[in-house]
């Protein structure tokens, strides 16, 4: 849910973190914000470009509509549903909106859509709704007013797709970066559901009123609480306050706001480009990931909800310019970005390195690799640390099942000091921290792995250690399956006594291709054999050879083989 049909607790606490004299709470309909035209609702260069993908999407649709449900017909008036808060800054340049354009930018989107599905039927309601929520033409400056002005990179094309009047020689302009990509999803996502609510009616005149309906709910009884201020020093305030008391306002936000309100006006070009470039490299979803370990591998562990007051505190006492800041920002960003997509240019086994920690989902290898990458120049040096986290956490992590927060602390710390002297003797650090080999092999031998990505890391690299060349790639998901010898699913009268104990276990698990995969499921050992003879996967072929029955005994016999190997492979 995105939010309750009730206004006054949010209403009390928000007057509970601010000073009347510096700004002043108000209750707002979406319709209200919309339709604000002296000056309307701008979105700072600043503020993040969009960044709600369908999910998002879906959830502000559904609850509109389980709200419309919940008071049919004229039982909604009286009632709100409430969206959260908003910060505004009232400037003779525009409502400049600090926090909110997600929720804001989304009601216009669906507001462009229900534009055009009332062109169907009335021209001129659809031009009533244009002109006073998306935008209007004003005789006496004689240029277009747009109701709202998301930043800089999402600007024009959140004009040219969503605000302007789609007539008959209306072109769709070209998406340039993701945001822009999210914004026409976005539109393509209410387009569909207006399509299917049409068919489903079938009925225009019932399809136009329903299309009213939405309209209505939406802009009379979609409610946010804005935080409205004369002073963007004071409202940055409140949008900084917001986040300390857990209103959901995000790190990368807080950050560009102060970053800009502190860069010198002869710089703040520069600083805006170097954030549209880190906007550029990192998805929404993985930035508040990324300044988290970026400050991780600089000053240790610190924790979301106190990151930014840590930020600026540092910014603050060392007088850290924004264009610095920007421009170290900016580096780290395309580094990070290497990491988390598994790609190194300087060195094969690093990228492969970088790659297995992403299948793995092992971020908390992230900070480490950020500060190695940076701050060692010996490439040997950075393959042997690289490498030697990734043993550690296989072995302390994904293997032997200790405690996340004792490698978290770990490695936290060591991202720290690479970066204050990176030597050779952190290696050695990383062997002690990890289990030993008889503590590894004995918990490789009794394994049991239910997370398939994890499963099919271990096996690809037992499978890559099985040649004596790697002429061999071993696709990806798509292509190549990981395997239950003995089913996941089997047949009444072949499931094992204690299915559970040995379906999951590493020593009952192989690769095999997408095509042999699908022909044999839930087939039998010896229905099967034929196929395995067929793999171009040595773990695969081998096993008809190798085991003439499968058992309980034979997951356990192959699973100490695997163990053996294990200790070979992830070793330092």
């Given at each position: 849910?995105?939010?309750?049909?009730?206004?006054?607790?949010?209403?009390?606490?928000?007057?509970?973190?601010?000073?009347?004299?510096?700004?002043?709470?108000?209750?707002?309909?979406?319709?209200?914000?919309?339709?604000?035209?002296?000056?309307?609702?701008?979105?700072?260069?600043?503020?993040?470009?969009?960044?709600?993908?369908?999910?998002?999407?879906?959830?502000?649709?559904?609850?509109?509509?389980?709200?419309?449900?919940?008071?049919?017909?004229?039982?909604?008036?009286?009632?709100?549903?409430?969206?959260?808060?908003?910060?505004?800054?009232?400037t003779?340049?525009?409502?400049?909106?600090?926090?909110?354009?997600?929720?804001?930018?989304?009601?216009?989107?669906?507001?462009?859509?229900?534009?055009?599905?009332?062109?169907?039927?009335?021209?001129?309601?659809?031009?009533?709704?244009?002109?006073?929520?998306?935008?209007?033409?004003?005789?006496?400056?004689?240029?277009?007013?747009?109701?709202?002005?998301?930043?800089?990179?999402?600007?024009?094309?959140?004009r040219?797709?969503?605000?302007?009047?789609?007539?008959?020689n209306?072109?769709?302009?070209?998406?340039?970066?993701?945001?822009?990509?999210?914004?026409?999803?976005?539109?393509?996502?209410?387009?569909?559901?207006?399509?299917?609510?049409?068919t489903?009616?079938?009925?225009?005149?019932a399809?136009?009123?329903?299309?009213?309906?939405?309209?209505k709910?939406?802009?009379?009884?979609?409610?946010?609480?804005?935080?409205?201020?004369?002073?963007?020093d004071?409202a940055s305030?409140?949008?900084e306050?917001?986040?300390?008391?857990?209103?959901?306002?995000?790190?990368?936000?807080?950050?560009?706001?102060?970053?800009?309100?502190r860069?010198?006006?002869?710089?703040?070009?520069?600083?805006?480009?170097?954030?549209?470039?880190?906007?550029?490299?990192?998805?929404?979803?993985?930035?508040?990931?990324?300044?988290?370990h970026?400050?991780?591998?600089?000053?240790?562990d610190?924790?979301?909800?106190?990151l930014?007051?840590?930020?600026?505190?540092?910014?603050?006492?060392?007088?850290?310019?924004?264009?610095?800041?920007?421009?170290?920002?900016?580096?780290?960003?395309?580094?990070?970005?290497?990491?988390?997509?598994?790609?190194?240019?300087?060195?094969?086994?690093?990228?492969?390195?970088?790659?297995?920690?992403?299948?793995?989902?092992?971020?908390?290898?992230?900070?480490?690799?950020?500060?190695?990458?940076?701050?060692?120049?010996?490439?040997?040096?950075?393959?042997?640390?690289?490498?030697?986290?990734?043993?550690?956490?296989?072995?302390h992590?994904?293997?032997?099942?200790?405690?996340n927060?004792?490698?978290e602390?770990?490695?936290?710390?060591?991202?720290?000091r690479?970066?204050e002297?990176?030597?050779?003797?952190?290696?050695?650090?990383?062997?002690?921290?990890?289990?030993?080999d008889?503590?590894?092999?004995?918990?490789?031998?009794s394994?049991i792995?239910?997370?398939?990505?994890?499963a099919?890391y271990?096996?690809?690299?037992?499978?890559?250690?099985?040649?004596?060349?790697?002429?061999?790639?071993?696709?990806?998901?798509?292509?190549?399956?990981?395997?239950?010898?003995?089913?996941?699913?089997?047949?009444?009268?072949?499931?094992?006594?204690?299915?559970?104990?040995?379906?999951?276990?590493?020593g009952?698990?192989?690769?095999?291709?997408?095509?042999?995969?699908i022909?044999?499921?839930?087939?039998?050992?010896?229905?099967k054999?034929?196929?395995?003879?067929?793999?171009?996967?040595?773990i695969?072929?081998k096993?008809?050879?190798?085991?003439?029955?499968?058992?309980?005994?034979?997951v356990?016999?192959?699973?100490?083989?695997?163990?053996?190997?294990?200790?070979?492979?992830?070793?330092?």
């Amino acid at each position: 849910m995105l939010g309750e049909p009730s206004l006054t607790s949010p209403i009390q606490a928000i007057r509970a973190l601010t000073m009347p004299s510096q700004y002043s709470p108000a209750r707002k309909t979406i319709g209200d914000l919309l339709s604000m035209t002296n000056p309307p609702i701008v979105v700072p260069d600043w503020q993040r470009n969009f960044s709600w993908t369908t999910s998002e999407v879906e959830t502000f649709w559904q609850d509109l509509l389980r709200f419309d449900q919940l008071y049919p017909n004229d039982n909604i008036n009286d009632q709100e549903y409430f969206l959260g808060a908003i910060v505004i800054v009232d400037t003779e340049q525009g409502n400049l909106l600090l926090d909110g354009q997600q929720r804001i930018a989304t009601a216009a989107i669906l507001l462009s859509t229900i534009r055009d599905f009332l062109k169907r039927y009335s021209t001129d309601a659809a031009q009533r709704l244009s002109s006073r929520y998306l935008s209007d033409y004003d005789d006496a400056t004689e240029r277009t007013i747009y109701k709202i002005s998301l930043n800089r990179f999402d600007r024009d094309f959140f004009r040219r797709e969503i605000l302007e009047s789609r007539e008959a020689n209306y072109t769709a302009p070209a998406p340039r970066c993701e945001s822009h990509q999210h914004i026409r999803k976005a539109r393509s996502f209410f387009e569909a559901k207006f399509d299917e609510r049409y068919t489903q009616i079938n009925d225009p005149k019932a399809a136009q009123q329903w299309s009213l309906r939405i309209l209505k709910v939406l802009t009379s009884h979609m409610s946010v609480v804005a935080v409205i201020s004369q002073d963007e020093d004071n409202a940055s305030s409140v949008f900084e306050t917001l986040n300390d008391r857990g209103i959901g306002l995000s790190t990368p936000d807080l950050l560009r706001n102060l970053v800009l309100r502190r860069a010198q006006e002869t710089q703040s070009d520069e600083v805006l480009d170097l954030w549209g470039e880190i906007l550029g490299i990192q998805s929404d979803a993985k930035l508040d990931g990324f300044f988290r370990h970026f400050w991780i591998s600089r000053e240790g562990d610190v924790k979301t909800r106190s990151l930014y007051r840590e930020i600026k505190k540092r910014i603050l006492e060392t007088d850290w310019s924004s264009l610095d800041l920007s421009r170290t920002l900016r580096n780290s960003a395309k580094v990070y970005e290497d990491i988390v997509n598994g790609r190194f240019d300087d060195s094969e086994k690093v990228a492969r390195y970088f790659a297995g920690v992403a299948e793995l989902g092992a971020k908390v290898l992230y900070p480490p690799y950020l500060s190695i990458v940076e701050a060692c120049k010996d490439m040997q040096l950075i393959e042997q640390m690289t490498w030697a986290l990734m043993v550690a956490y296989v072995r302390h992590s994904l293997v032997c099942g200790k405690e996340n927060s004792q490698i978290e602390d770990f490695t936290f710390s060591l991202a720290k000091r690479v970066r204050e002297n990176p030597v050779s003797s952190l290696v050695d650090e990383i062997r002690e921290f990890a289990p030993s080999d008889g503590r590894f092999r004995e918990s490789f031998a009794s394994l049991i792995l239910k997370r398939q990505a994890s499963a099919r890391y271990l096996l690809r690299e037992i499978e890559q250690s099985e040649r004596t060349t790697e002429e061999l790639d071993v696709g990806p998901p798509s292509r190549v399956h990981v395997e239950h010898i003995y089913p996941l699913t089997p047949k009444a009268e072949n499931r094992w006594e204690h299915h559970d104990r040995f379906v999951s276990r590493i020593g009952n698990l192989t690769l095999l291709s997408r095509r042999l995969n699908i022909s044999i499921q839930n087939g039998t050992y010896q229905e099967k054999k034929d196929s395995y003879i067929q793999s171009e996967l040595l773990i695969t072929k081998k096993l008809p050879e190798e085991y003439a029955d499968w058992n309980p005994e034979s997951v356990e016999s192959r699973q100490k083989v695997l163990a053996d190997k294990a200790v070979d492979i992830w070793s330092f």
